[in-house]
């Protein structure tokens, strides 16, 4: 089979691998779609925390069951699966959090991933697709990964809800947090990206260019008060030392967007604020079935995420095309 490996930073290259063979408590997968993130290309260019090279990228999944002995599902059935591996013994796990198991092993980030012909997965993994779509089946752990941070932030119905970042987890965590009843509002640099938001979905968007000018702005937003939940999802660090003063006193930060540095913020205004500070990890089993389920019963669109499509040949030569921001990529999809 083939598969594309990042053999160092900046460079893939296709490679034949033999098939996997079967085996005990895993199913094999016939890969459909793999949709590209933010991991993928931060791995790709050398920016990604707790990486080694070389890797197989790739953990958003539209599959085909080939065989296995996972339950509900039969081969030939569309799946996707959860990328991450946990212990099931730590702390985390024993208390349902295996999202942040402390032996967590991440598909496409810790072990090789699915930018291949065919993938190997432990059959708990497997999510029976439900009749959802290919293109629906490869952004349900995007989607999930938003619907977990909008579990921690609590309570978010009717409220005013800031994100910053109009990327692809920005743009699912905006889209979960209306579907909680959220009232969303979207901030980014890149003016593109926020028009595309506001064009299909109830999204009020800042341009962050000026930051006088903006913090205005959400004040105005918010009759005075600031947003009482806050949510990163940029892992920029700027953006993320920054974030504190647009949250209302009593309010929550969520912190999904990953940064390799330290983050610092003033003591005297995160006390006074009483404020919440959140990280939101990766998502749960929970999260899928949600996601999954809110896309089959229609209460979830997705489908206009999905900007750039890529044949599985062609990827090496077209990755590059995807850090062009005049590009406007949201969600690419490469299709096998």
């Not at 967590?104 to 779509?133: F, K, R, T």
């Amino acid at each position: 089979m083939k598969v594309l490996n990042c053999t160092t930073p900046g460079h893939f290259e296709y490679q034949d691998k033999p098939e996997p063979a079967s085996r005990a408590g895993y199913s094999l997968l016939r890969i459909q779609k793999v949709g590209i993130c933010g991991t993928d290309l931060h791995a790709y260019k050398g920016r990604q925390p707790y990486f080694e090279y070389p890797r197989i990228l790739g953990h958003e999944v539209a599959a085909e069951y080939v065989s296995g002995d996972a339950p509900d599902i039969r081969p030939g059935d569309l799946c996707t699966f959860l990328p991450y591996i946990s212990c099931g013994s730590c702390i985390a796990c024993r208390s349902g959090k295996t999202n942040c198991c402390s032996r967590l092993v991440v598909c496409g980030v810790h072990l090789d991933g699915a930018m291949a012909e065919y993938y190997l997965v432990p059959s708990p993994l497997i999510i029976p697709g439900e009749n959802l779509s290919e293109d629906e089946l490869a952004l349900v752990e995007p989607m999930s990964i938003a619907a977990h941070a909008i579990r921690r932030a609590e309570n978010i119905k009717g409220k005013q809800v800031l994100i910053f970042g109009a990327g692809p987890i920005g743009m699912c965590t905006s889209i979960l947090a209306l579907q909680a009843g959220a009232v969303v509002g979207l901030a980014d640099v890149h003016a593109g990206r926020l028009a595309f938001a506001s064009s299909f979905y109830s999204i009020h968007t800042f341009l962050n260019r000026d930051p006088s000018h903006f913090i205005n702005e959400v004040r105005n937003w918010t009759n005075g008060d600031m947003a009482p939940v806050v949510i990163d999802a940029t892992g920029n660090l700027q953006a993320i030392e920054s974030g504190l003063q647009y949250l209302a006193h009593g309010g929550q930060f969520i912190l999904v967007g990953l940064q390799k540095e330290a983050f610092h913020f003033s003591h005297p205004e995160f006390h006074k604020r009483e404020a919440t500070l959140k990280s939101s990890r990766n998502a749960t089993r929970k999260d899928f079935i949600r996601v999954r389920d809110l896309i089959k019963n229609k209460t979830l669109s997705v489908d206009p995420l999905i900007t750039h499509r890529i044949p599985f040949g062609v990827v090496a030569k077209q990755f590059e095309t995807l850090y062009d921001p005049g590009n406007l990529v949201m969600k690419a999809v490469i299709e096998f």
